[in-house]
């Protein structure tokens, strides 16, 4: 029999804190990880050859800013992202939903999906949650998103609309995904409330994704509040796959999240930090000047 092309091994624990490895098609990916920002296909500074000498494994890539230029269906004329970026190791794309929503004033909501403007141009463009899915697929990365919508934090009533349109949304793109070779992670969201995470937790573990993903945190919320809702989500969420926390990546953050339970991880932060003349040290942040 063929292997599956997806599967997670948990290899130790300690307390909360977990390592395992994460086949898939381009690469095992050893956990917990850091993945290096390539928002529009390409980590900032660095050449695909010297991510990989610093022993990058993942990378993730922008479904928003690539479908707008240069355009996801001439990635995948180009055999997808993989060969367009020369990066021969695992990649991530998120869904998209994070940059839409965080148009504000140049986008609309409704249940089927968002009307949006492009930062770019102005031009009015539409992604649902089957959108989001085929952009993804001409991609090509290993792991994708779940479409979802991100919510202040503190804001309850929007907060559990925003969840309904997650999960519903979630089932969507479960239905109109086409591709084996992708791993297809739903997104758990509930803003800082106990209660709604739990909700939010259960109900996309129970729809069978490969992986998970935890959305909707480092948007202002107190550490403290993002440590519990860790812990709620650690104790509902299958063991045996892997947890991805999204958009989090300072030192103290990884650390901590490492020991809720978290496996995997992206942010901006440490080549924003480079392009500003400045590094992550073991004694904390120094400038290359």
């Known amino acids: 029999m063929t292997a599956p092309p997806f599967s997670f091994e948990l290899q130790a624990t300690q307390g909360r804190a977990r390592a395992g490895v994460f086949h898939t098609p381009h690469g095992d990916l050893l956990t917990p990880l850091f993945a290096p920002v390539g928002t529009q296909a390409t980590v900032k500074a660095l050449t695909p050859a010297q991510l990989s000498d610093l022993g990058a494994s993942l990378v993730l890539a922008n479904t928003y800013h690539l479908y707008l230029r240069p355009g996801d269906e001439l990635v995948a004329e180009m055999g997808g992202l993989h060969p367009f970026m020369n990066w021969l190791e695992p990649l991530l794309t998120d869904s998209g939903g994070f940059q839409v929503f965080s148009l504000a004033e140049n986008r609309a909501i409704d249940d089927d999906g968002v009307t949006f403007k492009s930062h770019i141009d102005g ?76 909700q939010s937790a259960s109900f996309i573990a129970g729809l069978g994704f490969p992986g998970h993903a935890i959305g909707g945190l480092s948007v202002g919320e107190t550490k403290e509040e993002m440590h519990s809702v860790l812990e709620i989500v650690d104790d509902i969420l299958p063991r045996e796959k892997p947890r991805y926390l999204m958009g989090v990546g300072t030192p103290e953050d990884l650390v901590s999240s490492v020991g809720r339970g978290v496996d995997i991880f992206d942010c901006v932060l440490p080549t924003r930090l480079a392009r500003h003349n400045a590094a992550i040290t073991r004694s904390g942040r120094a400038s290359t000047w």
């Open 123 to 198: 031009s009015t463009h539409r992604i649902t949650p089957e959108k989001s899915i085929a952009i993804q697929e001409n991609l090509g990365a290993d792991i994708i998103m779940a479409f979802d919508e991100c919510a202040p934090p503190y804001e309850r009533d929007y907060i559990e609309l925003a969840m309904s349109r997650t999960h519903a949304w979630a089932e969507r793109c479960l239905q109109s995904k086409t591709r084996p070779d992708q791993a297809l992670f739903g997104i758990v969201q509930g803003g800082v409330f106990p209660d709604l995470r739990a």
